[in-house]
């Protein structure tokens, strides 16, 4: 049920360049439960910054809801700046996550781009748990951008690509994807030029999120609309802040 609360902060951490990691408290958390869905965060008392910002979930534990985030103007500088004891009001839990229900003992490939890699995260954790073998593959522009990476390590193979060779190996992500075999499913989340090229290669089921094009999050303003393909070869268009962020790979035009 979406429900607002004022949570409040925990810790707060730069983990990269312009990039934090926020840890908040409180009751809303033992309602999310699905990799992928996101957050509503209200910036300042919502009068000089109205709209919310969406933001996915990187990891839950107990009653604990950790982001991860990047500053991108002055809504996400103001989130920066709070620390421990803060409150912040919360709207969740938003849109649909993976689908992970009775999935096990599978070779799965996480694929991360950017502040795209955090919501695959607390996928990797559940999927672990479930039993399943995980190779990650993170994407990131240079040195200075890469965070998560031991934390994907503790969950299985970790690769991790700069696009300007500064760390790990040079190129993009699509680079060692066509290298792995023995991958029977794959979930990513990114940049949409990524996901078109991580979709195009890989033939197994695979499941995207397209948080990456999200405006209001709530459904009001179409920023998010993208179009979409049914078994049938049906046409149709979908928002993403409402039907997903995640759709099947073969579901959505990219
Ligand atoms: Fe505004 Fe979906 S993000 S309608």
Redesign the pocket.
């Known amino acids: 049920m979406l429900t607002k609360e004022d949570m409040i902060v925990v810790k707060q951490v730069r983990i990269a360049k312009d990039t934090y990691e926020l840890i908040l408290e409180g009751e809303l958390t033992l309602q999310m439960n699905e990799p992928g869905q996101f957050i509503h965060l209200q910036i300042g008392n919502g009068r000089e910054h109205v709209l919310r910002r969406p933001i996915s979930m990187a990891d839950v534990n107990g009653n604990q809801l950790t982001i991860v985030y990047r500053i991108m103007g002055a809504g996400t500088k103001w989130l920066a700046e709070r620390e421990a004891g803060d409150a912040i009001n919360v709207l969740a839990p938003l849109g649909n996550g993976f689908p992970t229900h009775a999935i096990s003992n599978t070779n799965i490939l996480l694929v991360g781009g950017g502040v795209g890699v955090p919501p695959l995260y607390y996928l990797g954790k559940k999927l672990k748990a479930q039993g399943n073998r995980l190779t990650t593959v993170l994407g990131f522009q240079t040195k200075d951008a890469v965070f998560y990476e031991q934390r994907f390590r503790e969950l299985g193979d970790c690769i991790v690509t700069t696009n300007d060779g500064s760390y790990g190996q040079t190129g993009f992500v699509t680079d060692v994807i066509s290298g792995l075999t023995e991958i029977n499913r794959y979930y990513a989340c990114g940049p949409t030029p990524m996901l078109k090229a991580v979709s195009q290669q890989i033939s197994v089921p695979g499941y995207i999120s397209l948080e990456e094009r999200?405006?209001?999050?709530?459904?009001?303003?179409?920023?998010?609309v993208c179009s979409t393909i049914d078994g049938n070869d049906k046409k149709g268009y979908r928002?993403?802040?409402?039907d997903g962020p995640v759709f099947p790979a073969n579901e959505v035009v990219l």
């Open positions: 999200m405006g209001c999050g709530v459904g009001a303003c179409f920023a998010c928002k993403i802040c409402q």
